[in-house]
């Protein structure tokens, strides 16, 4: 196990990782490029892929094929992680067509705009495109030349914004020829973020909120001045950092990398049970890979964090101080793993993500270089 010298050697791994989490799927390097994926797009050489674009057929035929809305009332309801919402949004367009599904999503506040496409069948070719700016930006999430298997971004209200886009609306970009899964995947984000807003949560802010947190654990665990612990009052005082700032962590794991888990197990369940229709049959394949990559990805941050925290509970226990407070703040890290962990044998890959495992980094390896999956824009 890894452990942290200094506070800049830990700071240099937590960029390393929260370039992961804000970046996502990045194109594969040139010489991949050059080698294996002939016109640039790791998708194209991917049989499931172009089998889920083409389950419908194209537009405008897939398109329109699907069934209607589904009027329901406003139910707020929990998921995986105790990540609440109001389902009632996503009922109504759980059978729908992708066009019925797109006009939905607009009058519950989120624009959806598509980016071009390079293989498969393209139901989304007749929808608007995005402005310049937006269009900027999802080049640049899929890499530089915008040739990586990025299939869908949402962007919030705030950082359309910011990014100059006169569009006043959250929006989600996507390929045009992606299917209704991603389409789903992207709109479970909006409506995380419109509860959050609800109970006064904004997502800069808790990703913020989170940097500030592992800035001041890391202190906790290497600054001079926390070296010799000299009353009671200073031993509180640190309890009650230690404690705020591993639930602002917890928050960000469960808003940001945990959310992408989140969503395509709850999609997968809604699919088993049939009540997720006019979506690929492969589409849960890709979901299990995906749930996979998440599950690795949160587990190697998790595991620093826990490498940092130990380091504030040896300090009290040199000093023969009671650690029960700090273990039981650690213990909630590990519930979220533990969930994590659960969730990925029931809708992942299972064992076959058995971290460590040679799958697990052929799979790992395979996320990192060429996506695979849907991705949440949390750049600020």
């Known amino acids: ?47 499931d892929y172009i089998d889920n674009s083409c389950a419908f057929g194209a537009y405008p035929d897939g398109f329109n094929r699907g069934g209607d809305l589904i009027d329901t009332a406003s ?15 996503l009922t109504r367009v759980s059978a729908a067509s992708p066009r019925l599904t797109l006009s939905s999503m607009e009058r519950a506040g989120v624009r959806v705009f598509q980016n071009g496409e390079r293989c498969g069948c393209a139901i989304f070719k007749g929808i608007a495109k995005s402005d310049d700016l937006l269009f900027n930006h999802w080049q640049k999430a899929s890499g530089s030349n915008g040739k990586s298997t990025l299939l869908g971004l949402f962007l919030t209200k705030e950082k359309v914004a910011a990014l100059g886009s006169p569009i006043d609306s959250a929006a989600i970009l996507i390929r045009g020829d992606t299917d209704r899964w ?39 665990a290497f600054a001079p001045t926390a070296m010799v612990i000299t009353s009671e009052t200073q031993k509180q005082e640190i309890e009650q950092r230690f404690k705020l700032d591993i639930e602002t962590i917890k928050s960000y794991l469960i808003n940001f990398p945990l959310e992408e888990m989140t969503i395509e197990a709850h999609l997968s369940d809604m699919h088993r049970s049939g009540d997720l229709k006019y979506v690929p049959p492969k589409a849960r394949k890709i979901a299990a890979r995906y749930i996979c990559y998440k599950f690795e990805d949160t587990r190697r941050l998790t595991d620093r964090i826990f490498q ?3 380091l504030v509970v040896d300090r009290f226990e040199k000093q023969k101080f009671d650690t029960t407070l700090l273990q039981m703040q650690l213990l909630g890290i590990r519930g979220l793993i533990s969930e994590a962990r659960g969730i990925n044998s029931q ?31 949390s750049s600020f």
Not at 191 to 217: P, R, S, T, W
């Open 1 to 47: 196990m890894q452990i942290f010298k200094s506070t800049q050697q830990f700071f240099g791994t937590i960029v390393l990782l929260t370039s992961i989490f804000l970046v996502g799927c990045s194109a594969p390097p040139d010489e991949v490029k050059a080698t294996r994926f002939v016109d640039g797009s790791a998708l194209c050489a991917s049989a």
């Open 75 to 89: 139910k707020i309801s929990k998921t995986f992680f105790e990540k609440t919402f109001d389902e009632a949004f």
């Open 182 to 220: 991603t389409l789903v995947h992207e709109y479970m984000h909006f409506l995380f973020q419109k509860n959050n807003e609800v109970h006064g949560a904004d997502d800069k802010q808790i990703f913020v909120e989170y940097q500030n947190a592992m800035a001041d654990l890391a202190d906790l």
């Open 308 to 310: 940092l925290g130990k």
């Open 347 to 377: 809708f992942g890959l299972g064992e076959a993500c058995v971290p460590g495992s040679r799958e697990t980094f052929r799979i790992y390896a395979l996320m990192k270089s060429c996506g695979h999956g849907q991705h949440f824009d």
